[in-house]
């Protein structure tokens, strides 16, 4: 038995430790968001983060998990509005059958947490690793330009409130 954290939230859960967490996710926690797609680590259908950092779940066992906290892509909204990352998805309609992309925000959430103005290289590195069938690259990159700019316009009004 072991208790999992998974979007602020603890799961008790009682499979091998060696169990992919994509399955301890998908299956004991019921949070479908995050997919399967290759299963060995190349495509980043799977990802989610881990104290923040983004990994492929397919790959890391349960027991990686342990004292830490998983996000995956139905932790990122708050309960009344999504993400400003999500909205933007869909304003730019990013997705075309959509089933890379909830692999391809958490990775775009991971870099933008980390570095507010990504260059276009930067974001090539951050996502280089999340593969998409349907070839929608250009629009994830203007995707994640908009967030960060969107992110940043509202992180100033916070201070200028706050100031
Ligand atoms: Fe994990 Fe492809 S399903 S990287
Ligand atoms: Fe279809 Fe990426 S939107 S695989």
């Not at 968001?33 to 779940?57: E, H, M, N, Y």
């Not at 980390?114 to 994830?140: L, V």
């Amino acid at each position: 038995m072991m208790i999992l954290k998974i979007n602020n939230q603890s799961f008790e859960v009682d499979v091998d430790v060696a169990t992919p967490l994509l399955w301890v996710i998908r299956e004991q926690a019921g949070l479908t968001g995050t997919k399967f797609g290759c299963g060995i680590g190349q495509c980043g259908a799977c990802t989610v983060q881990l104290d923040g950092v983004p990994i492929r779940s397919c790959l890391t066992p349960l027991q990686a998990a342990a004292d830490k906290e998983v996000i995956t892509i139905e932790g990122i909204a708050n309960d009344s509005e999504l993400h400003t990352i999500q909205r933007v998805w869909i304003e730019e309609q990013v997705p075309q059958c959509g089933y890379c992309q909830s692999g391809q925000i958490m990775s775009a959430h991971a870099l933008l947490a980390n570095n507010t103005s990504p260059t276009d290289k930067d974001i090539d590195e951050a996502m280089s690793g999340n593969i998409c069938r349907c070839g929608t690259y250009s629009r994830i990159k203007t995707g994640i330009k908009r967030a960060s700019e969107e992110l940043a316009a509202a992180s100033s009004i916070n201070t200028e409130n706050n100031g």
